[in-house]
């Protein structure tokens, strides 16, 4: 299934990347205001086309196709939950830092997810089952894995690019800071995810299609994430929100 959904998430930001790259793109806005391209579209009418297709038993939420009563999908006890843009600013401000997202939830957590960078042609993967990997421009594949700090150590920290405030800061204030990193997107688990970060905190909404992927492929690198009240998160609830969340190479509790 991995190597399917790879696939398919490699088609649809090839096609993002088609966008992207021309010398014009068009923006329209949703109901939240938030802006909604060409590219989202184009991207989720790919990956949702696709995934019917090989995998017909197994229902899509998608960020771009989310009208689904709740009544109808709380029963779902396997779906795959799609950003077909997560980063849609970074996109938007061309800095390239957007990604193409596909997660596998069961019984409401992440199981497996990938995580497609068009500008770079780069590639996260991986499952709770299988640990999680990289596919580099080149091809190579490497597996990845969260650093080996502790809690205790001086700790690289990520922070939204868009999105940090207030809270982030009293948050990181807790614990001894060498450097702060920004990204955009869903690239920001990924550094935890491969080491290159040790902490990140988000205290502000996401929806559930912004983190499954990444969330699958932490723990897939022997991560954490909690919600940022430090309880388990879980999927498919009501609105499809969460309140923030804490993505860490090592166990965090309130108590630090």
Same mark, same amino acid.
């Given at each position: 299934? =991995?190597?399917? =959904?790879?696939?398919?998430?490699?088609?649809?930001?090839?096609?993002?990347?088609?966008?992207?790259?021309?010398?014009?793109?068009?923006?329209?806005?949703?109901?939240?205001?938030?802006? @909604?391209? /060409?590219?989202?579209?184009?991207?989720?009418? !790919?990956?949702?086309?696709?995934?019917?297709?090989?995998?017909?038993?197994?229902?899509?939420?998608?960020?771009?196709?989310?009208?689904?009563?709740?009544?109808?999908?709380?029963?779902?006890?396997?779906?795959?939950?799609?950003?077909?843009?997560?980063?849609?600013?970074?996109?938007?401000?061309?800095?390239?830092?957007?990604?193409?997202? !596909?997660?596998?939830?069961?019984?409401? /957590?992440?199981?497996?997810?990938?995580?497609?960078?068009?500008?770079?042609?780069?590639?996260?993967?991986?499952?709770?089952?299988?640990?999680?990997?990289?596919?580099?421009?080149?091809? !190579?594949?490497?597996?990845?894995?969260?650093?080996?700090?502790?809690?205790?150590?001086? =700790?690289?920290?990520?922070?939204?690019?868009?999105?940090?405030?207030?809270?982030?800061?009293?948050?990181?204030?807790?614990?001894?800071?060498?450097?702060? @990193?920004?990204?955009?997107?869903?690239?920001?688990?990924?550094?935890?995810?491969?080491?290159?970060?040790?902490?990140?905190?988000?205290?502000?909404?996401?929806?559930?299609?912004?983190?499954?992927?990444?969330?699958?492929?932490?723990?897939?690198?022997?991560?954490?994430?909690?919600?940022?009240?430090?309880?388990?998160?879980?999927?498919?609830?009501?609105? =499809?929100?969460?309140?923030?969340?804490?993505?860490?190479?090592?166990?965090?509790?309130?108590?630090?």
């Amino acid at each position: 299934m =991995l190597e399917e =959904l790879i696939g398919i998430a490699i088609e649809a930001g090839r096609a993002v990347l088609e966008i992207y790259t021309s010398d014009t793109f068009f923006v329209k806005e949703k109901s939240d205001k938030s802006p @909604l391209t /060409l590219a989202d579209e184009k991207s989720h009418d !790919i990956i949702y086309k696709k995934l019917t297709a090989a995998f017909p038993d197994i229902p899509v939420i998608s960020e771009e196709g989310k009208d689904i009563t709740y009544d109808l999908r709380k029963g779902y006890e396997r779906f795959f939950l799609v950003d077909p843009l997560d980063g849609t600013k970074e996109f938007v401000n061309k800095n390239g830092e957007f990604t193409i997202n !596909i997660a596998l939830i069961e019984n409401n /957590l992440p199981v497996a997810g990938v995580i497609y960078i068009p500008v770079s042609n780069e590639t996260y993967y991986g499952s709770v089952h299988l640990g999680s990997f990289k596919i580099d421009s080149s091809g !190579i594949v490497s597996p990845i894995n969260v650093s080996s700090k502790s809690i205790d150590d001086e =700790l690289d920290v990520v922070q939204s690019r868009s999105h940090s405030g207030e809270e982030e800061s009293r948050f990181y204030s807790k614990y001894r800071v060498r450097n702060k @990193l920004s990204k955009g997107s869903s690239l920001k688990i990924c550094l935890v995810a491969e080491g290159k970060a040790d902490l990140y905190f988000r205290s502000g909404p996401t929806y559930e299609w912004d983190i499954a992927a990444g969330h699958a492929i932490l723990l897939g690198a022997n991560g954490f994430f909690v919600t940022k009240d430090y309880e388990k998160q879980n999927y498919n609830k009501p609105a =499809l929100l969460n309140t923030g969340f804490v993505a860490s190479s090592f166990p965090v509790t309130g108590l630090k």
